[in-house]
């Protein structure tokens, strides 16, 4: 009995403990920081929602910024109108699994299957096949490196419990005006009817980016996508994702 305990505690650790700190914490294998000074990316996670991705597009739109929309394949699939509006608008669109599950939880094959339906619904939509891929909760495990060898895994270097409404958007604006730093790679969400999330988070991280985005600007900082971020530093083939959108 004993026995089974350590081959299944050596197992997790390898399987999931191992990889998932060395990635998450120390930027193995992921993009999680850029390297250009005064360079910062916001990307969004579990989206797109119906109230609170188009308030944030108007938004993004008005301050001339581009970001980067990790999408719920699921989601996407629900509200096409606003993928398209995301690309058109010039916004990089990555993924975040069919159904916000943690893949610690899910078979690595069904995984690797469902990414690639997110990735068809995605480039049905906008003509483009998304690069980047960040796992929910950032939860990765061994076999995603080895499995999704076609996308690019994403981390992130900084964020604030913006899915909780606790601290409203002073712990936003606040969290990004004070902490942020060049290279950074932002996690915050357009969407909270995620597990453990707060419903209408997503307003206060709103708030806090209309405050916190001139704050920044005013400090030099440029926003920019995860693509423009990471291109440069890893060899992502780009053509096949240049496809014109049909009229
Ligand atoms: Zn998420």
């Known amino acids: 009995m004993e026995v089974i305990i350590w081959v299944l505690i ?7 403990i ?10 193995f294998w992921v993009c999680w920081k850029g390297k250009k000074d005064a360079e910062i990316a916001l990307t969004f996670d579990d989206g797109p929602d119906p109230v609170y991705t188009p308030v944030l597009l108007d938004l993004l739109k008005r301050e001339r910024i581009k970001a980067t929309f990790f ?3 699921e989601r996407a699939a629900r509200y096409p109108e606003l993928v398209l509006r995301m690309s058109r608008e010039g916004h ?4 975040h699994n069919y159904k916000h599950q943690c893949n610690w939880l899910i078979s690595p094959w069904k995984n690797a299957r469902t990414l690639e339906q997110s990735a068809r619904i ?13 796992p929910p909760w950032g939860m990765m495990h061994l076999l995603d490196f080895f499995l999704h060898k ?7 270097s900084k964020m604030f419990r913006d899915w909780k409404r606790k601290g ?6 606040n969290g990004l005006i004070t902490r942020v730093e060049s290279g950074d790679v932002i996690l915050l969400h357009d969407c909270g009817v995620t597990p453990g999330a707060d419903e209408d988070a997503p307003q206060y991280t709103i708030e806090g980016l209309r405050v916190a985005i001139p704050a920044l600007k005013a400090r030099g900082f440029r926003f920019v996508r995860m693509d ?20």
Not at 122 to 134: A, D, K, L, M, S
Request: glycine residues 8%; positive net charge; aromatic residues 12%.
């Open 10 to 16: 050596l197992f997790i650790l390898i399987y999931a």
């Open 168 to 173: 409203g958007s002073k712990k936003v604006s």
């Open 18 to 27: 191992i990889p998932y700190v060395l990635a998450a914490k120390l930027g």
């Open 150 to 156: 076609q996308f690019r895994m994403v981390h992130w």
């Open 228 to 247: 423009e971020m990471f291109d440069k530093h890893f060899s992502i083939k780009t053509s096949h994702r240049r496809k014109e959108i049909e009229p």
């Open 71 to 73: 999408l719920v394949g």
């Open 122 to 134: 995605i480039e049905n939509i906008t003509g483009e096949r998304p690069v980047f891929y960040r």
């Open 92 to 95: 990089c669109i990555g993924l």
